[in-house]
T-cell receptor, first 110, second 113 residues
Framework: NAGVTQTPKFRVLKTGQSMTLLCAQDMNHEYMYWYRQDPGMGLRLIHYSVGEGTTAKGEVPDGYNVSRLKKQNFLLGLESAAPSQTSVYFC?????????FGSGTQLSVL | LAKTTQPISMDSYEGQEVNITCSHNNIATNDYITWYQQFPSQGPRFIIQGYKTKVTNEVASLFIPADRKSSTLSLPRVSLSDTAVYYCLVGGGPSTGFQKLVFGTGTRLLVSP
């Protein structure tokens, strides 16, 4: 099992560009999450999903959109990237007990 | 949401026991307490979870008093490889819709030789 896989691992965008981050899990988990982590800071919840076809806002949802068309995939979209969105993005899925995290996507917006 | 408060940083030496306390004064009845460990450039990794009293696994112990307004992660005989950021996470019960899991600021532990 691969666990939670995030693509891409690194990306550089110009202000105003759009992109989609992909998270895939092979553990058949219902719950999936997107967090962002700024340098030296803790994780902040962007959006989460409690199952296929459902999404909900977290602590810092502005500027991001998500979709969960398939149970195993959770996509995070930036429609018009801003320098304030420079961060490391972590995806996670959850079983009944704990979160399983991907290795992260380093995103820089110039 | 139960907000958590942890010390920003702690220092220790190899072989010592380290106790990290997390305050969560407004924890809900059905909330669980979970601790994660994060190394640089990696996603957090599950350490231990509990609801009340004491829980022990192969890497740590978790102490939760009767009022559940705080919890203490205990790491026995730390090594250099335990240098990391430790997060206390409260939630998972119906008060947070079972789903919305919010991290606190974490405790940066530095273990020296």
């Amino acid at each position: 099992n691969a666990g939670v896989t995030q693509t891409p691992k690194f990306r550089v965008l110009k202000t105003g560009q759009s992109m989609t981050l992909l998270c895939a899990q092979d553990m058949n988990h219902e719950y999936m999450y997107w967090y962002r982590q700024d340098p030296g800071m803790g994780l902040r919840l962007i959006h989460y999903s409690v199952g296929e076809g459902t999404t909900a806002k977290g602590e810092v949802p502005d500027g991001y959109n998500v979709s969960r068309l398939k149970k195993q995939n959770f996509l995070l979209g930036l429609e018009s990237a801003a320098p304030s969105q420079t961060s490391v993005y972590f995806c996670a899925s959850r079983d009944n007990e704990k979160l399983f995290f991907g290795s992260g996507t380093q995103l820089s917006v110039l | 949401l139960a907000k958590t408060t942890q010390p920003i940083s702690m220092d220790s030496y190899e072989g010592q026991e380290v106790n990290i306390t997390c305050s969560h004064n407004n924890i809900a009845t059905n909330d669980y307490i979970t601790w994660y460990q994060q190394f640089p450039s990696q996603g957090p990794r599950f350490i231990i979870q509990g609801y009340k009293t004491k829980v022990t696994n192969e890497v740590a112990s978790l102490f939760i008093p009767a009022d559940r307004k705080s919890s203490t992660l205990s790491l026995p005989r730390v090594s250099l490889s335990d240098t990391a950021v430790y997060y206390c996470l409260v939630g998972g019960g119906p008060s947070t819709g079972f789903q919305k899991l919010v991290f606190g600021t974490g405790t940066r532990l530095l273990v020296s030789p």
